[in-house]
């Protein structure tokens, strides 16, 4: 019913800069939180940034004020601008966000459900 589709990874430089895009679509009544994640090769996936649907954001300590996330609901489209890129950094991103279906709305209920995207690859080199 709903899918999260994340676009714009790719192999750049250490100090240069990546927007990703994260498109929801289905079955959407209403996005509630957005968040971007990412897993490196042999580690946990590990929260980078989130933003609640009020517009507070919460980062990982080792990408504030590099990266910033941002949404526009009216595209139902969620934002992660990566600057000053490390190698570090090098990870699959992926979006998710609370979503409340149509169908649930309709029949009353409020409750949200969490989807992924499949992941888009960000390669940063030294």
């Known amino acids: 019913q709903v899918e999260l589709v994340e676009s714009g990874g790719g192999l750049v430089q250490a100090g240069e800069s990546l927007r990703l895009s994260c498109v929801a679509s289905g079955s959407i009544f209403s996005i509630h939180a957005m968040g971007w994640y990412r897993q490196a090769p042999g580690k946990q996936r590990e929260l980078v940034a989130s933003?609640?649907?009020?517009?507070?954001?919460n980062y990982a300590d080792s990408v504030k004020g590099r990266f910033t996330i941002s949404r526009d609901n009216a595209k139902n489209t969620g934002y992660l601008q990566m600057n000053s890129l490390k190698p570090e950094d090098t990870a699959v991103y992926y979006c998710n966000a609370d979503i409340l279906l149509n169908d649930d709305y309709v029949y009353g209920s409020l409750e949200t459900n969490t989807y992924w995207g499949q992941g888009t690859q960000v390669t940063v080199s030294s």
């Open positions: 933003m609640s649907s009020g517009g507070r954001t």
